[in-house]
């Protein structure tokens, strides 16, 4: 100790270095990343949590009366598809752009894109929306908040997917529409085509087309057709709504070409439901290949043993039926058969070739766009193509070609047999059905000729 009591300092001991001071400055920022953390977790958490469970109500069609037509409409009958709560205005009609997404679509209405992808996940068990199409158009209803509140969207004629939004749930059911079907009748004079005759009798061209599909074995109707040759028939009509939609089947029809009566009546077999339109006799309209795999295309240059060749300038044979048509004119198969070849084919440009029974083959030249591959199966009537200019051609046409068992044959003079005809135990049930269908057709028209 020291004099006055004090202790004495040891000559070796150092005081502690002093503690270094946090500025405030990183204080401040160390708390606000601390809370800017915490609220990022507290985002994430409530973003990734799974909606409530839902099960998606699959609604059973309405009840129609016959094949649905072609047209859409503008809005649902609003009794079958109530708007979910609040929904006030709408629809607003969104036509699905080529190349959109369905998120792009949605986003666009006020859909986050957390929503977006629930709506998808939701809808899936009862349709796919991959399988949107580009062009149709979908229909929203959205409250005063704007808020979409249901979506719509036409699957087919007859039904259409709806979903309504309840809290953060979507729930999907695919509704159908309120069909009625009308039978009407129609006569017509064929002035210069089958289609301005059936038009000038305020009908539509496709109701022109199923005729000349149902006659296509026994009538070319681009070069057999002759002024004052008359038609009628009796056919149905689909309504929807009390709006035109479209047509359903002709019931009975007759055509009276060059003198020549042709005459198809539908049949339904009670057993099976399927039907099929036969002549009087039982025997089936359907042939065994169409006519012509373009309905109506005219006829530019026709079988031949021996045709100058308009390219090489030299007489050779030409085992085909050149039809003219414009450039992307769907090509249709004459018959059901198997795709062989489908490509590239020198001279012939882009070709198809199909195989078909009792050794038949078919061959559809100078193609702009091949619809098939090799291997495909392909039904009658069914596009497989359309018409090009390739190869060997000097403008846009079909080089349609047949053979049996190895040989070419002339397609427009062969005569092709019917498939199937009536069934034997069916033969009084139609016999009283032709009977019905006589009386429904309208009076024949009168020829100026």
């Known amino acids: 100790m020291s004099r006055g009591g004090g202790f004495q300092r040891n000559a070796d001991f150092r005081p502690p270095p002093p503690k270094p001071r946090i500025p405030p400055r990183l204080i401040v920022l160390a708390l606000a990343a601390a809370a800017v953390l915490t609220a990022a977790f507290l985002l994430l958490k409530l973003i990734t949590k799974e909606p409530p469970e839902s099960k998606p109500s699959v609604l059973k069609p309405d009840k129609t009366t016959t094949t649905a037509g072609t047209t859409t409409p503008a809005r649902p009958d609003p009794s ?37 992808n629930w709506f998808y996940e939701e809808v899936k068990p009862v349709f796919d929306l991959r399988k949107l199409v580009a062009g149709r158009s979908i229909r929203l209803y959205q409250n005063e908040s704007g808020i979409t509140q249901a979506f719509e969207y036409d699957i087919t004629d007859r039904h259409y997917l709806r979903v309504d939004r309840e809290g953060r749930r979507f729930l999907p059911g695919i509704l159908g529409y309120q069909f009625e079907t009308r039978t009407a009748g129609l006569t017509g004079v064929i ?62 029809a007759e055509f009276i070409c060059q003198g020549r009566r042709y005459e198809a009546f539908r049949f339904v077999y009670p057993d099976t439901g399927e039907g099929d339109h036969f002549d009087a006799g039982g025997k089936s309209v359907r042939k065994e290949f169409l006519r012509s795999p373009l309905p109506f295309a005219r006829i530019t240059s026709r079988f031949s043993a021996s045709r100058l060749h308009p390219i090489h300038k030299v007489y050779r044979a030409h085992y085909g039926v050149d039809y003219g048509a414009p450039l992307g004119t769907p090509v ?82 062969k005569r092709f047999d019917p498939v199937a005809p009536l069934r034997k135990e069916y033969q009084d049930s139609f016999g009283r059905e032709i009977t019905r269908l006589r009386m429904l057709l309208p009076a024949p028209a009168v020829s100026a000729r």
């Open 80 to 116: 079958a598809a109530p708007i979910g709560p609040g929904a006030a205005f709408g629809p607003i009609i969104e036509t699905i752009p080529l190349g959109s997404t369905l998120s792009d679509i949605l986003t666009k209405h006020g859909f986050s894109v957390v929503e977006a």
């Open 332 to 413: 249709q198969a004459t018959a059901d058969g198997v795709v062989l070849s489908a490509g590239w084919n020198g001279g012939a440009g882009r070709m198809i070739k199909l195989r078909h029974a009792n050794s038949f083959e078919t061959m559809y030249l100078h193609l702009n766009r091949i619809l098939v591959k090799i291997g495909d199966r392909v039904k009658m009537g069914q596009d497989i193509a359309t018409v090009g200019s390739t190869g060997e051609s000097t403008g846009p046409h079909l080089d349609y070609r047949i053979t049996q068992a190895g040989v070419y044959i002339n397609p427009l003079g």
């Open 191 to 252: 002035e210069d085509i089958l289609i301005s005759a059936v038009e000038k009798r305020g009908e539509k061209s496709v109701l022109a087309i199923l005729m000349s599909d149902l006659f296509a074995w026994d009538i070319d109707f681009y070069t057999e057709l002759r002024v004052g040759d008359t038609f009628r028939m009796t056919f149905e009509k689909n309504y929807r709504e009390g709006e035109f939609a479209g047509y359903g089947q002709i019931l009975a």
